[in-house]
Nanobody, 120 residues
Framework: VQLQASGGGLVQPGGSLRLSCAAFGFPLSAYDMGWFRQAPGKEREFVAT??????DYTASVKGRFTVSRDNAKNTVYLQMNSLAPEDTAIYYCARRSGSNYYRTADYNYWGQGTLVTVSS
């Protein structure tokens, strides 16, 4: 099992980025997936999830971020719009093993992370 995140970079406030998470070794369609982020000096926090029950987001990104997946490409995406400096973080995708989608402990496989920097 391997998850490979990509798409991060430097973007100005108000800009957009799309993160990708390619899955290897398992069918993405069979699992619930999550996006998390970790800012410098802070704990890793839940951002979004997609799975059999649909999608959900942390309050601070609702209406700005959209999580989706392409089962044919075995890839999960995180479209991020209206980015703000407080969105600066390393973003991780993960495969969920437990029932609480907002808890890092309920994910058993993690990608390597991709850095998003929002700055003018």
């Amino acid at each position: 099992v391997q998850l490979q995140a990509s798409g991060g970079g430097l973007v100005q406030p108000g800009g957009s980025l799309r993160l990708s998470c390619a899955a290897f070794g398992f069918p993405l369609s069979a699992y619930d997936m999550g996006w998390f982020r970790q800012a410098p000096g802070k704990e890793r926090e839940f951002v979004a999830t997609i799975g059999g029950s649909g999608t959900d987001y942390t309050a601070s990104v609702k209406g700005r971020f959209t999580v989706s997946r392409d089962n044919a490409k075995n890839t999960v995406y995180l479209q991020m719009n209206s980015l703000a400096p407080e969105d600066t973080a390393i973003y991780y995708c993960a495969r969920r093993s437990g029932s609480n989608y907002y808890r890092t402990a309920d994910y058993n496989y993690w990608g390597q992370g991709t850095l998003v920097t929002v700055s003018s």
